[in-house]
């Protein structure tokens, strides 16, 4: 996502008074983008009252970027282990923090459990598909924006390629002038 849209997205945030939730990542990896701890940063000085929760695989981190992206002004992040072996390794990092910041660092062993309730669409063929589908409404829609990182709003996260496209986020927008 480009810094201007970023930005656009923020102050459109900190114009309504925004409460809720903001994750700075999608379906990617999102501590290889360098800007993040910036980016963090600028939402917690310009959207004061959201909360920022941020999920990563874990291959990027160190106890230094995570103390940095705490500092910045994360209120969570959500590790996902892959099996036994990642774990422990981020268990140990989590470890080295005072119980404060343990407590804001959440390592998931996702390796326990089928995946198949979250198959990103039925995209992943690795992952194993329902037999059945849900019968449970999906509330997300309701609940959840996912932009893109070309501005492009898309009604379902589990969208991987971006196949329901409903909107583009842009400035004359929000300002009202489709």
Not at 61 to 88: C, K, M, Q, W
Not at 134 to 143: D, I, K, M
Request: aromatic share 10%; hydrophobic share 35%.
């Amino acid at each position: 996502m480009s810094d201007e849209l970023f930005r656009s997205i923020v102050e459109e945030l900190a114009a309504i008074n925004y409460e809720g939730r903001v994750s700075l990542f999608e379906t990617n990896e999102p501590l290889t983008d360098v800007r993040l701890p910036f980016m963090i940063r600028h939402v917690r000085a310009r959207v004061p009252r959201c909360w920022q929760l941020l999920v990563t695989n874990g291959d990027y981190l160190t106890a230094p970027l995570a103390s940095e992206l705490l500092d910045a002004g994360l209120d969570y992040l959500f590790i996902s282990s892959y099996n036994e072996v990642h774990y422990r390794h981020m268990r140990s990092i989590v470890r080295r923090f005072p119980a404060h910041r343990r407590a804001r660092m959440i390592v998931v062993p996702q390796y326990r459990h089928s995946f198949a309730t979250d198959n990103r669409s039925g995209h992943l063929p690795h992952i194993e598909v329902l037999s059945t589908p849900l019968v449970e409404p999906c509330g997300r829609v309701n609940e959840v924006l996912y932009v893109k990182p070309g501005g492009q709003v898309v009604s379902c996260f589990g969208d991987y390629f971006n196949e329901q496209k409903k909107a583009r986020v842009t400035r004359e927008r929000s300002a009202g002038r489709e």
